[in-house]
């Protein structure tokens, strides 16, 4: 484990290391670490032949390199014919040629002369910010340059002053290339764009990568189409590579269609940090690519340009690096490569491996019969051969163990240096089973670094701190360490870490968080969070791989399973919602004491039942009258109805007696 994380720090330092190998017949390699020292070796012997510390290495680091072109030759002058030139001239123009430009963090360049050894001159006053990279023009002294102000600039290196600047994009242009005849330029953010050199006007766009691109390059100098004529840049091909981005692309310039995508693309295993090919100069030639990655790993490819391509072209040999294993270990050490580039006969290879301060150049035949091959190589036994042969005139100064050394790049950081043991006795990182670990106050003690600057008021680590655990975390797979990021419950925190973490850590953190799902409930709600926040804020880098789906089969297979359960469980959760509630509320009913009814206080009152009947006997009494009354109505009403009826009809029901009495 502690030889795999070794392993994964040099490659991270080595990708963050600018080199270039200079283009005659590859005799020198330069490389700028982090510490921001140019350093030339030769190829034949891996010495140091030159080391450059620019005088603002510290805060103006370099960014870019390029080799002045072995053909190149300064424009011819203007005034009367021109004359032979003697063989001191010719000598002297060709150690002008062997020109490095070396592109810093503050906007300047520097011209830096490999064969007298220090700085011929200094560019200023075309960049305001970053120079992303630097191009030399094949025919003549001019030098171009491009640079997060979005600006691309042409300079005259005899009078170091710009010749000409104009906008090549609207965010950062990050890469430059000239074409085989030198009359176009390609220029690269996340578009990539042909510019016309002398008019300065985009010739044709293409679509580019998601990211930013972080190399181009012309992978022919003839159109495959010999039958039709040349006009030094249709139906050319030329290749592009993207930072977080693990396809390459070739692209055709075409006049007769307007295809904007690449025709065909190379996979490879991680981020591609430098890259080498042989030109095309054959229809029936294959281009040869040595790809070297983040991940320490060369990849090399052989094809045919003929076309539209479809699936992503797979490498036809990977080489890797490691030690044989030390002592009773036998477990090898990745060994990183830094960088490759192909020989003048093109059937074998340069590899530059181990670290940036001291690298080891070995020559290599190509053999891509077999897919994969390892190369077995004891860097400590070659590093202690070149040490005791090579004769250096730099003394190691006797430091004190109260001395402290600033480290460069990271401000405010200082380590106290210790004078290195004489005896040869090496010394196990392993653990007797009665010691107990170092705490990480106890650590940090001894990295003197004052602790109570690291701690936060609230006693918990702000974001970025997350982030850096995070990483480490993963890198060292410590369970420690994850436990206490990923158990976090904070939604803003978890959004900032996931949104600071660097991308090649996005697909080790989906892993480890699909692991975590498959255990227990409770940490499984915790991890959806952490999952929501990469889905959301990393799809874009997630959608660029090409092998996405195996990578994330298992979680995609978890979630379906328990989406398909989630129905179920619902219904389930359903009915058991409704039996406790039941369960609940004959309890509270159990639970209640019953009210007792029955008074406890009676009173009757005894004139209430005479009353009562007095009542009654009245109320009859008060009916029968009412009764004989109605019947009497009736009655009277008949009798005076019939003597009406028979005055009507004339006849009289008088009595004899009653006439006479009226007679």
């Known amino acids: 484990m502690a ?45 140091l032949q030159q080391e450059y510390v620019p005088s603002a290495h510290l805060s103006a680091a370099c960014t870019c390199l390029a080799w002045a072109p072995p053909g190149g030759r300064p424009p011819p002058s203007k005034d009367g014919p021109q004359r032979k030139k003697r063989k001191s001239e010719v000598a002297e123009v060709d150690k002008q040629l062997d020109i490095l430009a070396i592109g810093t963090a503050v906007g300047s360049i520097l011209l830096y002369s490999t064969v007298k050894g220090e700085l011929q001159s200094k560019l200023d006053g075309g960049h305001d910010s970053r120079v992303n990279c630097v191009r030399w023009h094949q025919d003549n002294c001019c030098l171009y340059s491009c640079s997060e102000d979005k600006h691309i600039v042409e300079w005259n290196t005899q009078t170091c002053k710009v010749k000409c600047k104009w906008k090549g994009d609207n965010s950062s242009v990050t890469s430059l290339c000239i074409s085989p005849d030198g009359k176009m330029l390609l220029s690269a953010g996340r578009t990539i764009k042909l ?63 307007k295809e904007k995508n690449a025709v065909m693309s190379f996979t490879v295993t991680d981020e591609p940090t430098f890259i080498d090919l042989t030109v095309s100069e054959v229809k029936e030639e294959p281009v040869k690519l040595a790809v070297v990655c983040r991940d320490g790993q060369l990849h090399l490819f052989e094809h045919i340009l003929n076309g539209y391509c479809k699936k992503p072209l797979t490498s036809n040999c990977t080489i890797q690096i490691a030690t044989p294993g030390n002592g009773g270990d036998s477990t090898p050490t990745p060994v990183p490569i830094l960088a490759a580039a192909f020989c003048a006969d093109k059937q074998s290879l340069l590899l530059v491996y181990g670290n940036t301060l ?9 053999n891509t019969t077999e897919s994969h091959v390892c190369l077995i190589r004891d860097i400590q036994k070659v590093l202690s051969l070149k040490t005791d042969v090579a004769l250096t005139k730099v003394k190691t100064p006797v430091v004190n163990s109260d001395t402290k050394v600033l480290v460069p790049g990271i401000p405010g950081h200082s380590t106290a240096v210790k004078t290195p043991s004489s005896g040869k006795e090496k010394k196990k990182n392993k653990r ?23 701690k936060t008021p609230g006693g918990l680590p702000q974001t970025d701190s997350f982030a850096v655990l995070l990483v480490q975390g993963l890198e060292s797979n410590d369970a420690e360490i994850l436990n206490r990021v990923l158990n976090t419950r904070k939604e803003n925190v978890i959004k900032n870490t996931v949104a600071r973490m660097p991308v090649h850590a996005v697909i080790p953190l989906l892993h480890e968080l699909t692991k975590r799902l498959q255990g227990n409930p409770y940490s499984a709600s915790l991890m959806v969070r952490w999952l929501k926040s990469v889905f959301t804020l990393h799809a874009s880098y997630l959608s660029t791989l090409p092998d996405l789906i195996p990578q994330l089969g298992m979680l995609y297979q978890l979630m379906e399973s328990r989406v398909k359960t989630l129905q179920k469980l619902s219904r389930l959760h359903g009915r058991l919602f409704i039996l406790v509630t039941q369960v609940a509320a004959s309890e509270t009913v159990r639970d209640v004491t019953e009210v007792n009814q029955t008074a406890k206080l009676v009173y009757e009152d005894e004139s209430s039942e005479e009353e009562g009947s007095d009542d009654e006997m009245i109320a009859d009494k008060d009916s029968d009258e009412n009764w004989d009354e109605d019947e009497e109505k009736e009655e009277q009403s008949d009798e005076q109805e019939m003597p009406v009826e028979k005055e009507i009809n004339g006849d009289s029901d008088l009595e004899p007696e009653n006439e006479s009495e009226e007679e």
């Open 3 to 47: 030889a795999a994380a070794c392993g994964g720090e040099e490659a991270a330092a080595a990708a963050r290391a600018v080199c270039a190998f200079s283009p005659r017949d590859r005799r020198f390699f330069a490389i700028s670490g982090s510490d921001g020292r140019l350093r030339v070796w030769e190829t034949t012997n891996s010495r």
């Open 195 to 257: 510019w016309d050199l002398e008019t300065k006007e985009v010739y044709k766009h293409f679509t580019g990568h998601a990211t930013s691109v972080s190399s181009l390059m012309f992978t022919t100098v003839k159109p495959m189409n010999e039958n039709k004529p040349f006009d030094g840049i249709t139906g050319l091909y030329f290749l592009s590579g993207a930072i977080h981005d693990r396809l390459l692309s070739i692209w055709q310039i075409r006049s007769d269609r």
């Open 358 to 366: 001291q690298p080891i150049i070995e020559k290599v035949s190509l």
């Open 432 to 454: 007797k089973p009665g010691d107990t670990e170092e705490s990480i106050e106890e650590r940090l003690g001894a990295l003197d670094i004052d602790v109570s600057k690291v």
